[in-house]
């Protein structure tokens, strides 16, 4: 069946590293995205790509990077972890063609010391 | 540019009550409108969604939910919830012609009780 994981799914980081979270979908979609959730904030966007070389900045991408080099691949890399950065990632992804429903992963949480 | 609000970050019901969770959003163009639902420990999954037609959707296990365009609100509904509901519930838009964006808002905690 068709799919998107996450990994890894928890990491501990310390200050300073470069982190990069993995996410892989199995269901050819166009369409990819970061967020983070934090308590009393919901989903927050942090990069999204419509295809392949293509990626841009959602409302709190500042630290983080993505590289889109093929579509099943959206990786996330934080330069240089913050402690303000802890918190639960979650990947999604949808075809593309208009209003469709995004597929969420499993979530990778994310401590940084 | 748009904006979420859900108006309860902790609803306790019993169970076999009725539940309302409340959604109410700003947006400039016209919308789409979704729920998803996040089990502990998982991933959100849509629950249902307005595109266009009829105003009240439906779900498969018995929510429902009713886009009001005056009132810019899209409040969850079931009229008897049971112990397997209790989840995290976001609300959530997207422009029609925004290339699939969404916006959440902060999310309900629906707690079920026997």
């Known amino acids: 069946d068709a799919e998107i994981t996450q990994s890894p799914r928890h990491k501990i980081t310390e200050t300073g590293r470069q982190v990069t979270l993995a996410c892989h979908q199995t269901w050819n979609h166009n369409n990819m995205f970061w967020y983070r959730q934090d308590l009393g904030h919901g989903l927050r966007l942090i990069h999204y790509?419509?295809?392949?070389?293509?990626?841009n900045k959602g409302e709190v991408s500042d630290g983080y990077s993505v590289s889109r080099s093929n579509t099943e691949d959206l990786p996330l890399t934080l330069e240089s972890a913050a402690s303000s950065q802890t918190s639960v990632y979650f990947c999604?992804?949808?075809?593309?063609?208009?209003?469709?429903?995004?597929?969420f992963g499993p979530g990778t949480r994310l401590l940084v010391l | 540019a748009q904006s979420v609000t859900q108006l309860d970050s902790q609803v306790p019901v019993f169970e076999e009550a009725p539940v309302e969770l409340r959604c109410n959003y700003s947006s400039s163009v016209s919308v789409y409108l979704f729920w998803y639902v996040q089990y502990p420990n998982q991933g959100l999954q849509l629950l249902l969604k307005y595109l266009s037609g009829s105003t009240l959707v439906e779900s498969i296990n018995g929510f429902e939910a009713e886009f009001n365009k005056s009132q810019t609100s899209f409040h969850l509904r079931k009229p008897s919830v049971h112990i397997s509901d209790t989840a995290e519930y976001f609300c959530?838009?997207?422009?029609?012609?925004?290339?699939?964006?969404?916006?959440f808002g902060g999310g309900t905690r629906l707690m079920v009780k026997p």
């Open positions: 959530a838009v997207s422009g029609s012609g925004a290339g699939n964006m969404l916006t």
């Open positions: 790509s419509y295809g392949v070389q293509d990626t």
């Open positions: 999604a992804s949808s075809p593309g063609t208009g209003s469709e429903t995004q597929y």
